[in-house]
């Protein structure tokens, strides 16, 4: 039986704790690298307010200023201003992100209800690469984002959340019966984890997410790794590992972080003992039902199994040189291990800060020597790999949905 996300009190509470992210993160805090990043980004935005990858027929046009703008590499940029702090009226990147999001909402308002994309554009970067619809997975993830810091006084509010309605629309009415999302893209397995988070701060910012979908979502990407042998799945990703690893790791880490939350709030409250290890019959002391313990146990157990390769030469080279795909492997990574914390996050964020310094151009931007090669995009990808931890607390909210267990 088909269930949903999104009581009026597990709403309020989502939307609460998605507007709590602190003024103080603002962009003074940001290194040079990440600076130099964001004025590059500003300096390649379109009079329309968009980004563009370009073609993937003409991958050698690296001019920002030369390719058409696309909704996938807007919305991927976008995302890289909220992340960072800005809204579409506070922060220094506020007069860019407005100019960005009203693209968006014209993207989206002239898309027809019917059908399952937002644009007509084909061949672009990000779509031959990621997927045909990943314009409707990285926007509807924008959106998501964006709503709960909006003001209700603000203009866009409205359009942002009809837009952000239609979106979940059409990528839950796009996403196959494996919980995959078009695997014609080449490394298609990344548009599907990308579609898998989009659910997720969908459900965060109060919408009705069908529970079965965002689950099937999640078993996609835990069928990719073998947890018995360590073995992965690419098939769906180019044949590249990190890519599928990649996207296993962060589909499962909201719920091994609701895991660990409510372990550790079983044993303040002493239904635990202090020093019990996570397993389903401890949280089912905890108070979490049977099911849910279950699948909360084994997605902690996944996830610590998978950071085990996290310094892994061989899977970290992905395909062998960087593009978009490695850039965006390496930022859900980031959002993985933040929400996974301790040294591993640590290490991980130390090793990727001086990796993908190393290789910022002096213009500030990014690029990549394969497939996605926009610079546009792939300096978007970098940025949210290098601040992941700026969205520490909302990337945490995002498993209260994973925390509540009130019949549905």
Same mark, same amino acid.
């Given at each position: 039986?088909?269930?949903?996300?999104?009581?009026?009190?597990? #709403?309020?509470?989502? /939307?609460?704790?998605?507007?709590?992210?602190?003024?103080?993160?603002?962009?003074?805090?940001?290194?040079?690298?990440?600076?130099?990043?964001?004025? =590059?980004?500003? @300096?390649?935005?379109?009079?329309?307010?968009?980004?563009?990858?370009?073609?993937?027929?003409?991958?050698?046009?690296?001019?920002?200023?030369?390719?058409?703008?696309?909704?996938?590499?807007?919305?991927?940029?976008?995302?890289?201003?909220?992340?960072?702090?800005? #809204?579409?009226?506070?922060?220094?990147?506020?007069?860019?992100?407005?100019?960005?999001?009203?693209? $968006?909402?014209? /993207?989206?308002?002239?898309?027809?209800?019917?059908?399952?994309?937002?644009?007509?554009? #084909?061949?672009?970067?990000?779509?031959?690469?990621?997927?045909?619809?990943?314009? +409707? *997975?990285?926007?509807?993830?924008?959106?998501?984002?964006?709503?709960?810091?909006?003001?209700?006084?603000?203009?866009?509010?409205?359009?942002?959340?009809?837009?952000?309605?239609?979106?979940?629309?059409?990528?839950? !009415? @796009?996403?196959?019966? @494996?919980?995959?999302?078009?695997?014609? !893209?080449?490394?298609?397995? $990344?548009?599907?984890?990308?579609?898998?988070?989009?659910?997720?701060?969908?459900?965060?910012?109060?919408?009705? /997410?069908?529970?079965?979908?965002?689950?099937?979502?999640?078993?996609?990407?835990?069928?990719?790794?073998?947890?018995?042998?360590?073995?992965?799945?690419?098939?769906?990703?180019?044949?590249?590992?990190?890519?599928?690893?990649?996207?296993?790791?962060?589909?499962?880490?909201?719920?091994?972080?609701?895991?660990?939350?409510?372990?550790?709030?079983?044993?303040?409250?002493?239904?635990?003992?202090?020093?019990?290890?996570?397993?389903?019959?401890?949280?089912?002391?905890?108070?979490?039902?049977?099911?849910?313990?279950?699948?909360?146990?084994?997605?902690?157990?996944?996830?610590?199994?998978?950071?085990?390769?996290?310094?892994?030469?061989?899977? $970290?080279?992905?395909?062998?040189?960087?593009?978009?795909?490695?850039? /965006?492997?390496?930022?859900? #990574?980031?959002?993985?291990?933040?929400?996974?914390?301790?040294?591993?996050?640590?290490? =991980?964020?130390?090793?990727?800060?001086?990796?993908?310094?190393?290789?910022?151009?002096?213009?500030?931007? =990014?690029?990549?020597?394969?497939?996605?090669?926009?610079?546009?995009?792939?300096?978007?990808?970098?940025?949210?790999?290098?601040? +992941?931890?700026?969205?520490?607390?909302?990337?945490?909210?995002? *498993?209260?949905?994973?925390?509540?267990?009130?019949?549905?």
């Amino acid at each position: 039986m088909t269930r949903w996300f999104g009581t009026l009190a597990f #709403t309020a509470i989502l /939307v609460v704790v998605c507007t709590t992210s602190p003024e103080s993160k603002t962009q003074a805090n940001l290194s040079p690298a990440i600076e130099r990043g964001l004025a =590059w980004l500003v @300096s390649a935005q379109h009079e329309d307010g968009g980004w563009g990858a370009g073609f993937h027929a003409q991958q050698e046009i690296v001019d920002p200023q030369a390719v058409p703008t696309d909704p996938a590499t807007t919305a991927f940029a976008a995302l890289a201003f909220l992340r960072v702090g800005s #809204t579409p009226s506070r922060g220094e990147y506020a007069a860019p992100l407005r100019r960005s999001t009203e693209y $968006l909402l014209e /993207v989206v308002e002239a898309a027809p209800s019917e059908g399952l994309r937002i644009t007509d554009m #084909t061949g672009t970067q990000p779509q031959v690469k990621l997927g045909n619809n990943i314009d +409707a *997975s990285l926007t509807l993830l924008y959106f998501s984002r964006l709503l709960p810091r909006l003001e209700a006084r603000d203009p866009l509010q409205k359009r942002v959340d009809a837009a952000l309605d239609k979106c979940l629309r059409k990528v839950q !009415g @796009s996403q196959s019966t @494996s919980g995959a999302w078009d695997k014609g !893209g080449w490394a298609g397995v $990344l548009q599907s984890s990308l579609g898998c988070s989009a659910l997720e701060f969908a459900r965060a910012a109060g919408k009705p /997410v069908n529970e079965r979908l965002l689950t099937a979502a999640r078993d996609y990407h835990k069928r990719n790794v073998d947890m018995s042998t360590g073995k992965v799945t690419a098939a769906d990703g180019a044949g590249v590992e990190l890519y599928a690893w990649s996207g296993s790791a962060r589909a499962t880490a909201a719920e091994a972080y609701a895991a660990k939350d409510l372990m550790d709030k079983g044993i303040r409250e002493g239904k635990v003992k202090a020093d019990a290890p996570l397993t389903a019959t401890h949280l089912r002391e905890a108070g979490v039902p049977s099911a849910q313990a279950q699948d909360l146990a084994g997605a902690y157990d996944r996830v610590q199994s998978q950071l085990k390769r996290i310094d892994d030469p061989s899977l $970290l080279q992905g395909f062998g040189v960087n593009g978009g795909e490695e850039y /965006v492997s390496y930022m859900l #990574t980031s959002e993985t291990l933040v929400l996974a914390g301790g040294e591993s996050w640590t290490k =991980w964020n130390d090793m990727m800060q001086k990796k993908l310094g190393d290789i910022q151009r002096e213009n500030g931007s =990014w690029g990549g020597q394969h497939c996605i090669t926009g610079g546009a995009f792939c300096t978007s990808a970098v940025i949210q790999c290098l601040t +992941a931890e700026r969205d520490a607390d909302l990337l945490r909210n995002i *498993s209260a949905g994973d925390m509540t267990f009130q019949k549905r």
